[in-house]
């Protein structure tokens, strides 16, 4: 359960109306500062935003800020992008491994690990990398960068973070019997399950607003309240149809299995799965960070109105050892309490929730 | 001048105190939105901040925001340390050029063009990279960051941006005939001269708080009323003394003269004062941006309350069209009007000012 003091900073709302209307899409109410990033002996900048936590009726068990505004969920969306290529059985039509269902999850580094893995994946579905509608990008995992400057080697579309998700949209292609080409189009059956998913797990209608990620593919907007609910869906399945409900498991399953594989090494989604037994984090793009918390039925969902990813894991550690999730130190304590170090590796300032904010 | 309709958002403050006090040093007045990042349909992300325009008597011309709470200016306070370097006729007697100076003041980006120059420098004063207090880190530029993974080469404190204003602190400290080890101390006497400075041009009492800077050095917090006058003072100095003026001018000078010394290819402070003829600018870390405009006679001081330097940008090239220094379409609107773009490179949305702030 969640302590009742986990309250300061806004009155916890209990909703019990499954939609989020009017769903305001301008930053109109100021929310409140959350994380602070300090120097020596001042606040050196500070960042503000909002955190829903839900349960799989809608029923929000925290709100702090605007959690009705519509946010563009971003990365934190892959786990129920994930759920029809499970539910509409091409997962098990493809024989997918959970290995390969953590990377559909994934915004990955772009280590061997993640990349052999999903070319493998892509030959057994008879597609390849040229396929693939994202973009190059540097892998995020620097040693693999500098591995391939060295050896002359070029990043291509399989390096970029979100190519497991891609291949899970080719595949879910290939299992509806549709077209590959043009998955990316918001108006694909790809794209057009994933949005049916996203408002039934969620509790609210569609259409809703999208805008194009930075992989290529839409991302839908929707309010943190009802991000959190769709999460708190995966966590307790209770309520869904038997199927729905064994696609939501196998998601969670497969992402809580291979930690290594949703993010890479050293990165925080990774770190806090491989410390936090029984929970499944996705970070997003701008400052987005979801949890999901089987133990509690619960569903988390934060973003930092700047965008900041630096803030946005300094919360979502905040927040799961506030709810308790989190039974010693280690990754979830270092990132709630992340040092500023200069050049010289010195401690100089310190990330920090604000106090009395979480407790 | 300033044009009247510049004062949307916030009244003008003038203010004929030469004192910002109380100097506030927790953020509690909840500054505007100033920037803000589209996607699709949607304000994706949001950025608060502050802008002080000061004339060099302390008048404040444009005030948005909290403008009396104590910040770092970071980076953005180079050009002030430089001004004891000549004024104490440091640079005079080891001959340095304006090329050197504008590395003084700069942020650089570790290409050859500014590490050569650095090495050949210390050579002349006696010192090497072994003395550099500043840690290393990878060159900002990332052609010079790939040649030299490709070659093996390993980054030093040269390829620190920093390492200008390093070597000008060792050089001030050859000139006062005290030791070099120990320049970044905040009580050795180059830190002493630094901050007198400061507080003389700002027109503000010291001692300052301080934090140590990602260089090692200390950084002196102020407002960014202070901040703005002590940049207007550089702008405009008759009421200078013959020795602070000159010092000042040279400045200046050297910066207009070598913007790609002051940071390097490509960044945005080389790409406004190569478009802005009569113009300085100056990046610091977590969101600071100064301007020193020289026809007006005023400084201009930013921090985005976050310390995004996306929308530190984005404001202060808006500021400089604003006021009317920017006289064609470039760099400044470019930066002002930044796209978002996918993995692709298709725009996705935008960065820009918030509609009628500053016009």
Known sequence: MVRQTFTIGASPVHSPTTHYSPLTTHPSMTNPVLVEITRGPLIESVHRGAIAVSDAKGRLRMAIGDVHRAIFPRSALKPIQAVPLIESGAAEKFALSDEEIALACASHSGEPQH????????????????????????????????????????????????????????????????????????????????????????????????????????????????????MAALADTRDLT???????????????????????????????MQQ????????????????????LGFGVALKIDNGAGRAAETLIASVLIALGAVRDEGAAYALAHAPVLNTRNVQVGQRRVVANLLR
Chains 1, 2 share one sequence.
């Open 115 to 230: 990349t052999t893995r999903i070319a493998a994946w892509q030959a057994r579905i008879g597609c390849s990398v040229a396929d693939l509608a994202c973009g190059p990008h540097r892998p995020l995992h620097e040693p693999t960068a500098t591995a391939m400057i060295r050896s002359g080697e070029r990043w291509t579309p399989l390096h970029n973070n979100c190519s497991g998700k891609h291949t899970g949209f080719m595949t879910l292609a290939r299992g509806l019997g549709v077209p590959v080409e043009g998955y990316q189009q918001v108006d694909h059956p790809v794209q057009r399950l994933v949005e049916a998913t996203l408002t039934e797990l969620a509790g609210i209608s569609g259409p809703l607003p999208w805008g194009v990620d930075g992989c290529t593919v839409p991302n839908f907007a929707l309010s943190l309240a009802g991000l959190a609910r769709a």
């Open 242 to 272: 038997p199927s729905r409900a064994d696609a939501c498991k196998r998601v969670i399953a497969s992402m809580k299995s291979h930690p290594e594989l949703v993010a890479g090494t050293g990165r925080p989604c990774t770190q806090l």
């Open 276 to 295: 936090v037994p029984g929970i499944a984090v996705k970070t997003g793009a701008e400052g987005v960070y979801i949890a999901i918390l089987q133990d």
